[in-house]
């Protein structure tokens, strides 16, 4: 039985390495399925393991490959690919990388004597930011909370107004001796509404990525039940978990290591397919406010785009498409994309400045 | 250290004869889906079922309370589901009605007495999850949870880690043996990972072409074999399109029992492209098949 328990606390171990969060109360659950089943029999194991460690479609491909490498007899390989792109995340995370040198000791105090530098500092496009610029940035993003927009729901709550909430009458009434003394009321509870952010992280909107995943954390964090995060590029990687981190750093730090597309080409029609395939359609792009953060730069055909984006407006509330872009003088939305695109928003929107990121705040709650 | 369970408290020996009693109901198990189901029994977790829609997820709680002699309770769940309709709810009219009857009769000296009178379990109205308990053994389906809101979610998942219900007018009530659950989702929106941890969580696949043929042959009798399989094959074909709505094993039921009733015996082009409605439920999808080459699609 030693051996049973060793085994399976060592699998364990090789599947949290491929990452499968495989928590203790999951791994006892192994030891117990497998008891109920036959110890010597492989595929019983496999079931068994399978049926209680795993939580999500994701973690299966995960499974099965550490079971082959842990019960097939060979060493778990530790490294994931993943790790391998870690050093470009914090280093070449947009905002880090790229930084103007040169007006580093120009621009700040020149400003300073006109406005306070904070309100200087909110109209600035990102993109052109000094690296000490870009930390004050940070400060002012924290204090950043999107208010979130509302819709009625089928939960209701005692109000003063309302339909007659009948049970709570009745329950005053028993109170009163079976007399019914006055009408209780109740009327629909509002509740968040969901908001689904899709951030390009495409190389041509690398100056802003950073900027646009700090927005999406203070989103997050002003409402982790109502909010989604996922990022799009070559293909798509949902980051709501990572975006939970307290720490704005380390969400970020966290979410570069599970994007692995990072500064690389668009495919914004086919990843907007594979985000309505999997979850959008589902529900979450259902009723949601769908924001999507990028220049339009597509690289495949413009047919898939404007399908898809039609597809999309039919089952959001609302479709918000922010380009940082449009924040500079003369902007024309003239990329193929932008065109396919916009006959489906709703909004169009500027991301390129700390201004325009709290209009952004504005017109999600409001829509 | 490991806790065994008597094969005999489960009542099958093991996944292979409860897998072999499913089939005698008409339900077609894989190894995967017997063995989940068998460890539900065997210990008392939850099942947690996810998959396309139409793989055949509340059709396996249906089966299990068939061969396990349990009497099925089923909760559908929908945003906004309430305690009161899940849990329990008092029974308010025939409450005043027990009132206005002991005034009637002037048995209203003792008060104490008249209250405790109203909090009787026979003023109680019990919803699933109740029933289910009280009901003990049974075989309790929550379907699509994935529907339900994250409040729902937080209360089922204190009645499902200890399968108590308590009130606080009238006491806890505890089912003598744990029901046997099994939770079904679509995967609209990501369970919370509380409950999932307490579960087993299996994911549904679309079953092989072999037993498509087997269920479609077994739940559809009339059908011919060849029809069977011509329409096993064209959905396995239609769901390797790409399309909006892939075909589930309920649909290829639903497009066989179609084809028959208009007397087909194989899967004739013509008749197919007419009934696609019955596996296709999108414009795009079926405008796309239409559009496609019917001989390679249905085998012409």
């Known amino acids: 039985m030693r051996d049973v328990v060793d085994t399976v606390l060592g699998f364990a171990r090789t599947l949290r390495h491929a990452g499968v969060a495989a928590s203790p109360d999951r791994v006892e659950a192994m030891l117990a399925a497998v008891g109920a089943l036959d110890v010597l029999d492989a595929t019983a194991v496999y079931w068994a393991g399978r049926l209680t460690l795993c939580g999500s479609p994701d973690d299966l491909e995960r499974y099965d490959a550490a079971f082959t490498a842990w019960f097939g007899g060979e060493v778990p390989r530790r490294t994931r690919p993943m790790q391998e792109e870690k050093p470009q995340l914090a280093a070449m995370a947009p905002l880090e990388a790229g930084s103007a040198a040169g007006e580093e000791s120009e621009d700040v105090p020149d400003v300073a004597g006109r406005a306070s530098p904070d309100e200087v500092l909110r109209h600035r496009d990102v993109a052109e930011l000094t690296v000490a610029e870009r930390e004050h940035l940070r400060r002012l993003f924290a204090l950043l909370v999107p208010a979130s ?115 690389g080409g668009t495919r914004l029609g086919e990843v907007l397919k594979a985000f309505l395939d999997r979850w959008g359609q589902r529900g979450t792009a259902r009723g949601a406010v769908v924001v999507i953060c990028s220049d339009g730069w597509e690289r495949g055909g413009t047919e898939v785009l404007a399908e898809q984006m039609a597809r999309l407006r039919r089952l959001a509330h609302a479709v918000v498409w922010v380009n940082p872009h449009k924040g500079r003088e003369g902007y024309q939305p003239l990329t193929g994309g932008m065109q396919a695109a916009l006959p489906s928003v709703d909004h169009f929107v500027a991301g390129h400045s700390m201004a325009a990121f709290e209009e952004l705040a504005g017109v999600i709650s409001r829509v | 250290m490991l806790p065994t369970v008597a094969a005999a408290e489960v009542g099958f020996a093991g996944p292979d004869e409860l897998a072999a009693a499913l089939e005698s109901t008409g339900y077609l198990p894989d190894q995967g889906l017997a063995t989940a ?264």
Not at chain 1, 213 to 226: C, E, G, I, K, M
Not at chain 2, 105 to 127: C, I, P, Q, V, W
Not at chain 2, 185 to 200: F, G, I, Y
Not at chain 2, 229 to 252: M, S
Request: glycine fraction near 6%; proline fraction near 6%.
């Open chain 1, 149 to 263: 927009p509302m819709r009625p729901s089928r939960r209701r709550r005692p109000d003063a107004h309302g339909t007659v909430h009948a049970s709570r009458t009745v329950r005053r009434a028993l109170h009163d001796g079976g007399e019914v003394t006055r009408l209780l009321h109740r009327r629909a509870r509002p509740r968040p509404r969901r908001v689904v952010l899709l951030i390009d992280v495409s190389g041509s909107m690398g100056p802003y990525a950073d900027a646009l995943l700090r927005f999406a954390h203070a989103a997050v964090q002003a409402h982790p039940v109502a909010t989604e995060v996922f990022t799009i590029g070559t293909r798509l990687t949902r980051v709501t978990r990572e975006m939970r981190l307290r720490d704005p750093d380390r969400a970020l730090a966290a979410s570069g290591t599970a994007i692995p597309d990072w500064s």
């Open chain 2, 37 to 300: 189901a068998y460890l539900a029994l065997a210990m008392h977790r939850p099942l947690f079922l996810e998959g396309e829609a139409g793989v055949g997820k509340t059709a396996l709680a249906q089966a299990l309370a068939q061969i396990t002699g349990r009497p099925l309770y089923r909760l559908q769940c929908y945003e906004g589901l309430e305690a009161s309709q899940a849990l329990y709810d008092w029974d308010f009219g025939r409450q005043l009605l027990h009132l206005r009857a002991a005034e009637a009769a002037h048995a209203t000296g003792d008060t104490e007495k008249l209250e405790a009178s109203l909090y009787d379990r026979r003023f109680l109205l019990a919803r699933p999850l109740l029933q289910a308990l009280e009901d003990s053994p049974s075989v309790l389906l929550v379907d699509e949870i994935d529907r339900a809101d994250d409040e729902f979610e937080a209360f089922l998942l204190e009645v499902l880690s200890d399968f108590t219900i308590s009130i606080p007018e009238f006491g806890t009530i505890r089912a003598v043996t744990p029901p046997l659950v099994v939770l079904t989702s679509n995967r609209t929106r990501e369970v919370h990972d509380a409950l999932k941890r307490r579960c087993l969580y299996h994911w549904l696949q679309h079953p092989d072409f072999d037993r498509e043929v087997a269920i479609l042959r077994r739940r559809l009798p009339d059908v011919t074999e060849q029809l069977a399989r011509e329409v096993a094959r064209a959905t396995a074909t239609l769901r390797t399109l790409d399309l909006l709505k892939p075909p589930g094993v309920a649909e290829a039921m639903d497009w066989a029992t179609a084809l028959h009733t208009l007397g087909a015996r194989d899967l004739d082009p013509d008749v197919a492209a007419r009934t696609l409605g019955a596996v296709l439920k999108y414009r795009e999808d079926t405008e796309r098949v239409h559009a496609m080459d019917r001989g390679a699609l249905f085998g012409g």
